[in-house]
């Protein structure tokens, strides 16, 4: 089987979010080896694989988790070498990192939201505007962020923090975990306009069900912490109808 | 609330008493009353402040009961403390003023670095101020006065009113412990205050209180008459240069509220972190009367304070809301008492701690229905937030009902500023000390939004200040 490489990824123009021969981990474990990939900007792509293979340390990683240490390879966002900077600063340069369970906060979420939305030159107004579409009940402004959130509502949470950032590159780690096909269809249809707009979108999951309205350029498979395959969307049905410990068969 | 507790994150700058003071001594000692707590110390200062007999038998009472009680066995911190090298009296040497004009020129600065001229010019009805052992200044504008509301040093209105004095002092809060006792022997200073029935002050009143030196014991009294329908709010500061050793503070804070009164108490407690300090509160609620406590416990080194209050009449209600903020190994132990007498009372208590570098905060609370006290309702919740690991917090409630039909609610919960937390912030654009200002922030925030703005500035900024000087926040 074929794996995509890297090459492809700098057309000239320098464009697009890079993960380049990435080995990353905890201070004494080795979790991610050797893991290249690449999106580019209005562009999806789908990082599959089956629980405990690495997904979130990866996504971790590339946003700059303190606890994750990178012991080789490179991240690059537009050709520019992001791999010691500080979460803030990815943030600030358009790298947006959705969390799959966003710890509880003490923030009362209306401040956050506000503090995003001004960073990005947006008013209150908004907020409310995408609160209403995306489908996220006011109530949750005077609340402490993700606490007591029900699963909906931290996924609901997350998508408008993503959209109100204007970002340039996201990464939704299982933003289909724990959410009503209601919410599934809204959030296929701001990750459709995020992409129309020239976003670059990696999602993280292992179902296939968010990529009925947005085909992904390329799928990577991620198996016990390697890039084990990849390939076009095709390989979203092959893992429906197999299953992971196929592909690790037809991997190796 | 958003709009405030946005505005709060643009004073993140202001700094602690401690810092505008430095490290310095405030005031003279123009008469000093130190040694061995004993009958012939009590009738010293009894003597230097010239007061009525009944005072003194008073004072001689509390001292003997004093000398019973033990020492509670669960207080931790007070081997410094020593009871027999304090100055338990201090004169400062300055006349009791009523303009700034006769303030001496060092002293007066302190107030104005601190803020206390501006507040007065501000917003306040009412200020006095106290340096160790004497009120050295005290004014009222004049709509207080022509409302019949009576401000005045604790001492002057034992000679003017010694009726109303005689049936409150040390009634309230009689001295159930050691420390309340002694606070009874040896008060000196603090304000009276009557509110006159139907009288509503619109705007705060404040009493400040400044100890100025080391090793001095400072026993302030304050009294707060509120007659029926009247309402009152009370400002307590309290603010004390770095010292060179530690000084002792055992204060009292006693508050009569009438039928349909109301009486709101805030203090801001700034002691530098050389002090221990005690203080002893308590307020008696009579019918559909409100007592609102806010407790911003911001400096010293060792605190014991709870806000209490005894529901006397029907529908009487008592409100806390308690910030405690441990650092540096201090520790902070507080919290709130409550004991309903009457059907239909309600209370609420809202405990907010934070604890950074090896401080400590405890809650300690009561809350007692007595049998009879029909459909009495209160809540409490303690929330508690460690900024590190070797930070700690515990919650020790007491909760006892004899009556069937009340309803009691507890919460408590501790949250941990951990490095995940910290990078879901940072993964929004904050950089580390703005992620940690807003988490303080809203960790708070709903008891900050009860605050007069300028206080609830001056509690952020404290707080803010504090963590700015741990490398990893600074």
């Known amino acids: ?70 012991f080789n390879g490179k991240i690059y966002l537009d050709g520019e070498d992001i791999t010691d900077k500080e979460p803030e600063e990815r943030y600030r340069k358009g790298l947006f990192l959705a969390f799959q369970m966003p710890p509880e906060t003490t923030v009362l979420s209306r401040s956050l939201y506000l503090h995003i939305a001004k960073s990005r030159g947006y008013g209150f107004s908004k907020v409310l505007e995408i609160m ?108 429906d109808e197999k299953g992971y410990q196929y592909i690790k068969k037809i991997a190796t | 609330m958003s709009n405030e507790i946005k505005e709060l994150e643009r004073y993140t700058r202001i700094t602690t008493a401690e810092d505008i003071l430095g490290q310095r001594e405030i005031g003279g000692k123009s008469l000093e009353i130190r040694g061995k707590i ?14 009525p007999d009944w005072m003194r038998r008073t004072r001689l009472r509390m001292l003997e009961i004093f000398e019973k009680l033990p020492t509670p066995q669960w207080i931790e911190g007070l081997e410094e403390l020593d009871l027999d090298e304090l100055s338990y009296y201090v004169d400062p040497g300055v006349n009791l003023s009523f303009t700034w004009e006769e303030i001496p020129k060092d002293i007066l600065e302190a107030y104005e670095k601190l803020g206390i001229r501006k507040a007065e010019a501000e917003f306040l009805l009412g200020l006095s101020t106290q340096l160790d052992s004497e009120t050295i200044y005290v004014k009222t504008k004049e709509i207080l006065t022509k409302k019949g509301v009576i401000f005045l040093p604790l001492e002057e209105a034992i000679i003017k009113y010694p009726d109303i004095v005689k049936q409150y002092f040390m009634n309230i809060f009689p001295p159930e412990h050691k420390f309340a006792a002694l606070h009874g022997a040896l ?22 209180f400044m100890i100025g030196k080391a090793l001095v014991g400072n026993f302030e009294h304050t009294l707060i008459i ?32 009438g039928e349909n009164a109301r009486v709101n108490f805030t203090t801001l407690q700034n002691w530098s972190s ?26 010293s080194k060792l605190t014991y304070v709870y806000p209490s209050a005894i529901l006397r009449g029907e529908n009487a209600v008592m409100e806390s809301y308690v910030i405690t903020f441990a650092r540096d190994g201090h520790i902070k132990d507080s919290g709130s008492k409550v004991i309903h007498r009457a059907s239909n009372t309600r209370s609420k208590i809202i405990s907010k701690s934070i604890s950074v570098n090896a401080g400590k905060t405890v809650y300690r609370g009561v809350v007692r229905i007595l049998k009879g006290a029909k459909n009495a309702k209160s809540y409490t919740s303690c929330d508690s937030l460690l900024l590190d690991e070797k930070s700690k917090t515990v919650t020790y409630p007491h909760i006892q009902n004899d009556e069937p ?30 992620a940690i200002s807003m988490l303080i922030s809203g960790f708070i925030s709903d008891i900050l939004s009860r605050l007069p703005f300028e206080q609830a500035v001056l509690i952020k900024g404290a707080i803010d200040l504090e963590f700015s000087k741990y490398g990893k926040f600074g």
């Open chain 1, 1 to 70: 089987m074929s794996k995509i490489s890297n090459k492809d990824a700098v057309v000239n123009d320098n464009k697009g979010l890079v993960v380049d021969k990435l080995t990353a981990g905890l201070e004494n474990r080795i979790i991610l080896r050797d893991i290249s990939l690449y999106v580019r900007p209005g562009e999806a792509v789908a990082l599959m694989g089956p629980n405990g293979s690495g997904k979130s340390t990866l996504a971790y990683s590339i946003m700059g988790h303190p606890h994750y240490k990178i």
């Open chain 1, 132 to 239: 209403r579409r995306i489908g996220l009940g006011e109530h949750v402004l005077d609340r402490y962020l993700n606490k007591n959130f029900s699963g909906g509502e931290m996924k609901r949470s997350e998508l408008l923090q993503m959209y109100i950032s204007s970002p340039k590159y996201v990464i939704l780690d299982e933003p289909d975990s724990g959410i009503d096909p209601d919410g599934i269809m809204i959030m296929s249809s701001i990750l459709k306009e995020l992409i129309d707009k020239g976003v670059g979108v990696i999602v993280i999951t292992h179902l296939g069900r968010v990529f009925r309205e947005i085909e992904p350029k390329r799928v990577y498979v991620l198996i016990d912490g390697r890039i084990a395959l990849s390939g076009d969307s095709s390989l979203i049905k092959l893992i």
């Open chain 2, 38 to 51: 004993s009958r012939e110390l009590i009738e010293e200062i009894s003597r230097v402040k010239k007061e």
């Open chain 2, 187 to 208: 008060w000196s200073g603090g304000v009276f205050v009557y509110v006159p029935p139907g009288v509503k002050v619109d705007a705060p009143v404040e009493a400040f």
């Open chain 2, 226 to 257: 509120a007659d029926k329908d009247s309402s009152l709010h009370f400002i307590e500061g309290c603010a004390a240069p770095r010292l060179s050793k530690y000084s002792f503070h055992d204060g009292m804070v006693e508050i009569y509220v």
């Open chain 2, 274 to 299: 050389q002090v221990i300090n005690f203080n002893n509160k308590r307020a008696i609620v009579e019918r559909n009367g409100y007592i609102e406590w806010v407790e911003g416990s911001i400096g």
């Open chain 2, 405 to 434: 039909t009340a309803l009691i609610g507890h919460e408590a919960r501790v949250s941990k500023l951990s490095d995940h937390l910290l990078f879901y912030m940072r993964s929004r654009g904050l950089s580390e000390n703005e």
